[in-house]
């Protein structure tokens, strides 16, 4: 993964970034927060095929099925629906 790059460096210099983003990803940060990747064509194409190739939970073993029933939401990912 490449170092983070400012929003407004990318406005300067977009033609490098665009070809630096051809090789490996460039993140994007604006006021110190990460907002943004910049990634080739290839691969954002290869990340929404990976996004349509889940499998559906049928196709899933009963031993898988009782792995996912017997899992754990860690304290900190858990959600509350009374906020």
């Not at 990340?47 to 996912?68: F, N």
Request: proline content about 4%; hydrophobic content about 35%.
């Amino acid at each position: 993964m490449s170092d983070s790059v400012t929003a407004s460096e990318v406005q300067k210099n977009f033609g490098a970034y665009h070809d630096r983003a051809l090789a490996e990803p460039i993140r994007v940060t604006k006021y110190g927060r990460e907002t943004v990747y910049i990634v080739s064509a290839k691969t954002f194409h290869e990340m929404k095929q990976a996004q349509r190739d889940v499998i559906a939970s049928a196709e899933l073993s009963d031993d898988e099925m009782a792995l996912i029933d017997e899992a754990e939401i860690p304290p900190a990912q858990r959600y509350r629906l009374d906020k």
